[in-house]
């Protein structure tokens, strides 16, 4: 067999075939794939024929660009893989990725839809965005950060914010974000008043100032502390969001929060995440939901010294939080966790029925900071789990996933 380049190498499994048959429905004519069975498939796909590894010799290609993993097992099946794949230059990826680079805009519209298809269908009431937003006629400055990976919960958290909110003015720093993806986000913008998404290419000169152990910190999350550089110096503040929320309500009280002379406002931390650098029972925010005083930040030389303490050899620091709560001790503002940072499993059911109710009226932003992350399937069953213990949780939980559907919905104008 005479050797052949291809832009992308898929591995597909039994469970995955009818989502590679809408994927390459989509897929640009420039791109050449080569699909590989990682069990017994005997059908072909849009043209697409199975290849069988026994049968087949990557030595055919003469090189690649990416390998896609669509199975059950991607860990096992890449352990698999590594060997053979020896020798090659390749970024491994998942279908979402490789769709959001691959696919036409109409292919990757479809493929979203499919994969909320199986979501709970039924919608929320049709939401009154808060009236006394109106009165505002200044944007709130909003800064987020994400990728490929991030990109559902990201939509779902800008839909929820436009949903309650007017004059909000959001600004993304996104490295690798297809033109397609940012598309399908910039849609959110027809929601509310006066809500605009700017995109914030981080250069790579920018990305170099970041001399960072990729094992211990998330890149998306320290651009925020570039948000002094990258912003206007008009802007006296921002405030930046997870991209694991929920937003339930009207955000101008926290952001209008006077800041004084304090770098930060935040909420206290509240899961049994530990601060290890500031000692056990010591109060910390979490930086999810971060109120940033940009003029104090530009004036001062505080954030080097956060940059030095987060990199330092001689400390520790499991994540960009833990430094940050080092080096601002004591110039940090805090705000209520159970409205502006709520987490689901933080409460239990030994409050009263009435105060319950309350909790649950006042909350305004919930935020699934666990590792159990409320969009992905794998976590349905623990959270289902979850919501027999705790009534709170199940009701964000419920809400969120409606929230989730009706977000896609939204972007892909069903």
């Given at each position: 067999m005479s050797k052949s380049r291809f832009n992308a190498l898929f591995f597909i499994d039994i469970n995955y075939v009818a989502l590679a048959y809408l994927f390459f429905k989509g897929v640009k004519e420039e791109y050449n794939c080569i699909l590989f069975s990682c069990d017994d498939?005997?059908?072909?796909?849009?043209?697409?024929?199975?290849?069988?590894?026994?049968?087949?010799?990557?030595?055919?290609?003469?090189?690649?660009?990416?390998?896609?993993?669509?199975?059950?097992?991607?860990?096992?099946?890449?352990?698999?893989?590594?060997?053979?794949?020896?020798?090659?230059?390749?970024?491994?990826?998942?279908?979402?990725?490789?769709?959001?680079?691959?696919?036409?805009?109409?292919?990757?519209?479809?493929?979203?839809?499919?994969?909320?298809?199986?979501?709970?269908?039924?919608?929320?009431?049709?939401?009154?965005?808060?009236?006394r937003n109106k009165q505002y006629t200044n944007d709130m400055q909003i800064v987020m950060s994400f990728n490929s990976k991030f990109l559902l919960p990201s939509i779902t958290t800008i839909y929820t914010l436009f949903l309650y909110n007017n004059n909000c003015h959001v600004h993304i720093f996104y490295l690798d974000l297809s033109e397609n993806e940012r598309i399908v986000v910039d849609r959110l913008t027809q929601l509310g008043e006066s809500n605009i998404i700017e995109w914030h290419l981080i250069t790579d000169n920018l990305s170099d100032k970041i001399h960072y152990d990729i094992g211990r910190f998330s890149l998306y999350s320290l651009y925020r502390f570039f948000s002094y550089q990258i912003l206007d110096e008009s802007i006296?503040?921002?405030?930046?969001?997870?991209?694991?929320?929920?937003?339930?309500?009207?955000?101008?009280e926290l952001y209008e929060i006077d800041l004084e002379e304090y770098y930060f406002a935040g909420a206290l931390e509240a899961s049994d995440y530990e601060n290890n650098a500031l000692?056990?029972?010591?109060e910390s925010i979490n930086t999810g939901i971060l109120l940033m005083n940009l003029n104090r930040l530009r004036s001062d030389d505080m954030i080097h010294k956060f940059w030095e303490t987060l990199f330092s050899p001689d400390f520790s620091y499991s994540t960009?939080?833990?430094?940050?709560?080092?080096?601002?001790?004591y110039k940090i503002k805090f705000f209520l966790q159970t409205i502006w940072n709520s987490f689901p499993?933080?409460?239990?059911?030994?409050?009263?029925?009435?105060?319950?109710?309350?909790?649950?009226?006042?909350?305004?932003?919930?935020?699934?900071?666990s590792a159990q992350k409320a969009w992905l399937p794998e976590y349905e069953g623990y959270w289902r789990a979850v919501a027999e213990q705790y009534p709170y949780a199940k009701i964000m939980y419920e809400?969120?996933?409606?929230?989730?559907?009706?977000s896609v919905d939204f972007v892909s104008g069903s």
């Open positions: 498939i005997e059908t072909d796909i849009e043209g697409y024929s199975y290849n069988c590894l026994d049968n087949y010799q990557v030595d055919n290609i003469i090189t690649f660009d990416y390998v896609v993993i669509a199975s059950d097992k991607t860990d096992e099946v890449y352990g698999k893989l590594k060997k053979m794949l020896t020798g090659h230059q390749y970024k491994v990826m998942t279908m979402l990725e490789a769709a959001a680079i691959m696919l036409t805009f109409e292919g990757y519209i479809d493929y979203l839809r499919f994969l909320n298809s199986s979501l709970i269908s039924n919608k929320l009431p049709t939401v009154i965005i808060d009236e006296d503040k921002c405030l930046w969001l997870d991209s694991d929320l929920m937003i339930r309500g009207s955000i101008r000692g056990k029972n010591r960009d939080q833990e430094a940050l709560n080092v080096v601002f001790r499993i933080t409460y239990t059911t030994s409050i009263s029925e009435e105060d319950f109710t309350k909790l649950v009226d006042i909350t305004c932003i919930v935020h699934w900071l809400e969120y996933q409606k929230r989730l559907v009706e």
